[in-house]
């Protein structure tokens, strides 16, 4: 999340999409890309296909309920969506989407947003724009204690520069 | 102040006295296990990338499962991979084609009450059966695991589930699981789900371990039941002493829950839950009116293919014959689990009615294996999860039950109430 406001076209989703129809596991052992052109295909076959740059994945509750694979938030960042929001959040989901630096937040009334709007978010500021209905809504922001992995990018970037900083003793290879 | 089980282990690997709900603290993990399908080959690119080892190579444990044996190249792949990360990282216990990471957890002696312990798989709950805390994560969260041995958690909040009384005929714990998916929703974020009860301490550990597993089910952080004799016996049958304050690790008699429900086993009937969700559930009774074909009926998974588990097919099929118009495929849990139920007679039960049987390994439970179903077909299965195209294509059908219920819908050729033939 280097570039702070994320601007794009809202998709919108129901409640309780599980993470095997975000990475279904029949091509668990393809390469992310191929994965991620079948992400959400069993709910929405045109998503994979249309979705652009720095959209949007709007969500009702529990999105991503189910499995700890990574490849559910991940195909997310490989299809370069901008940010999540829905009302609620799975755990594993939720903590894999941070980790990968993809901005998931908390937003009550999603019905607000309709498929195609266009939406401008600061994810620090916890501000959305539906630019499309001119209505201005809070959401919730990045939890505190993640700020700072959020804002290196996720947790590779964030284990790097606390390794190199000397703040975290690891074993070298 | 009183605290929950979960307090008092996360207080334990925080090094605090105690803790709050609602705090963020970061724990040492006593344990972290990572598996085929996204330990290695995730992790070790990245641990590469940023030029640092494993933290402890006694603490990571590599279960290789998911896509076992390899039915192709890339699973082979995959496969030999993680075999050259354990010689890589000198990692101490690693368990090739052993079984299913969980049911080897606890098969081996690893769990103990009290430990903090992170897995790469969601159903990592089902290691809290032994008292100790064990949460699913993330491939990405699991490297920053093995590199640091330290993660942060937010201390939850604890729903205190209670059954009491004895089954009645034909209902098991995965029935208990099937109708709690419903009671209590998929939505239970950053909490975690006690068990007790007098149902629960009569069970066998192989029964509770189904109530942890699907914790994951309610969308929990983690399931835990408190230890007793029995927990201290099945580590004992592990090979392995429990350590000597092992049953201080309970929830303080004053502790205080979010929410607590108190429900009476003897009421409760065998459970099905339809497609394409856990919570979709109702007694198999009603299913049976609605007189559901079955193409497979799939006996398996971490959940589903215990021994205990394979007793109960056996006990169905016994003297009867699968239907002509479906298959049973029976995979094992573990390589352990085969061993025993082929002495025992069980296989052969099995066998005999026509049953298949395939290796231990997730196989078709996430469409990694064999097994997987085709559009539009059918299949009654005794694992854990039936979301949208889990064990094949898309357009297939899978609905959940105990092992009773699957081996009588087998039978039946569709799905019925499994009291009738036991
Ligand atoms: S058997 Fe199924 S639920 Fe269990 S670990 Fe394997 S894939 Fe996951």
């Given at each position: 999340m280097k570039e702070k406001i994320i601007r794009g076209k809202a998709w919108v989703f129901g409640d309780e999409i599980n993470s095997d129809v975000m990475a279904p596991g029949i091509y668990f052992k393809e390469s992310m890309d191929v994965m991620a052109s079948h992400c959400l295909e069993a709910i929405d076959p045109l998503f994979a296909k249309e979705v652009k740059p720095g959209d949007i994945v709007v969500a009702g509750r529990n999105f991503g309920v189910g499995s700890a694979r990574e490849q559910a938030a991940l195909a997310f960042k490989e299809l370069k969506v901008g940010a999540i929001i829905a009302k609620s959040y799975a755990r594993i989901f939720y903590r894999n989407a941070l980790n990968f630096g993809l901005p998931a937040l908390v937003y009550?009334?999603?019905?607000?947003i309709k498929p195609k709007d266009e939406l401008l978010i600061d994810p620090v500021k916890g501000e959305l724009k539906n630019l499309t209905t001119k209505i201005h809504i809070n959401v919730s922001p990045i939890p505190e204690h993640l700020m700072d992995m959020i804002s290196s990018g996720g947790l590779m970037p964030f284990l790097r520069k606390k390794i190199d900083d000397g703040e975290i003793k690891v074993r070298k290879e | 102040m009183s605290q929950t089980l979960i307090q008092k282990i996360l207080s334990r690997a925080s090094g605090k006295s105690e803790v709050k709900v609602g705090e963020i603290v970061t724990c040492d993990v006593d344990i972290a296990m990572i598996l085929d399908s996204g330990g290695p080959r995730k992790i070790w690119p990245r641990l590469k990338n940023l030029g640092v080892g494993v933290f402890d190579p006694e603490k990571v444990i590599v279960v290789a499962d998911h896509?076992?044996?390899?039915?192709?190249p890339q699973s082979a792949a995959i496969l030999k991979l993680t075999r050259d990360f354990v010689k890589n990282y000198n990692i101490k216990h690693f368990y090739d084609m052993e079984g299913i990471c969980h049911v080897i957890m606890a098969e081996n002696g690893h769990l103990q009450p009290g430990l903090f312990c992170c897995g790469?798989?969601?159903?990592?709950?089902?290691?809290?059966?032994?008292?100790c805390y064990m949460a699913g994560f993330g491939a990405i969260e699991m490297t920053g695991v093995v590199v640091t041995g330290k993660i942060w958690s937010v201390v939850m909040d604890t729903i205190k589930v209670n059954w009491e009384g004895s089954f009645s005929r034909g209902v098991t714990a995965k029935d208990i699981m099937l109708f709690l998916a419903k009671k209590l929703g998929m939505e239970n974020a950053f909490k975690a789900v006690e068990f007790g009860g007098s149902t629960v301490k009569n069970m066998s550990m192989q029964e509770r371990m189904v109530l942890t597993n699907m914790a994951a089910e309610l969308g929990a952080e983690t399931g835990l039941i408190a230890p007793d004799k029995t927990t201290l016996e099945a580590i004992r049958l592990a090979g392995v002493e429990p350590q000597t304050?092992?049953?201080?690790w309970k929830s303080d008699d004053d502790a205080s829950f979010c929410e607590t429900h108190n429900f009476n086993a003897e009421n409760l009937l065998p459970q099905v839950a339809a497609p394409h969700k856990p919570s979709n559930s109702a007694s198999a009774e009603q299913f049976e009116q609605e007189n559901i074909k079955i193409d497979q009926a799939y006996i398996g998974a971490c959940v589903g293919g215990k021994l205990n588990d394979l007793h109960m097919v056996a006990r169905v099929l016994k003297g009867k014959s699968v239907s002509p118009k479906t298959r049973l495929l029976v995979a094992p849990s573990s390589k352990k689990i085969m061993a025993q139920a082929a002495s025992d007679g069980t296989l052969e039960i099995i066998t005999n009615a026509g049953g298949i049987i395939l290796p231990s390994g997730c196989g078709a439970c996430a469409g990694l294996g064999a097994g997987v179903i085709a559009e539009k077909e059918v299949c009654i299965s005794s694992t854990n999860r039936n979301f949208q195209?889990?064990?094949?294509?898309?357009?297939s059908f899978v609905y959940l039950a105990s092992p009773y219920t699957v081996a009588a819908s087998a039978v039946a050729g569709k799905i019925i109430d499994p009291r009738e033939l036991i």
């Open positions: 009550n009334s999603t019905s607000e | 896509f076992v044996p390899a039915a192709d790469g798989d969601s159903h990592s709950t089902m290691g809290g059966a032994f008292g304050n092992a049953l201080s195209g889990r064990m094949g294509s898309k357009d």
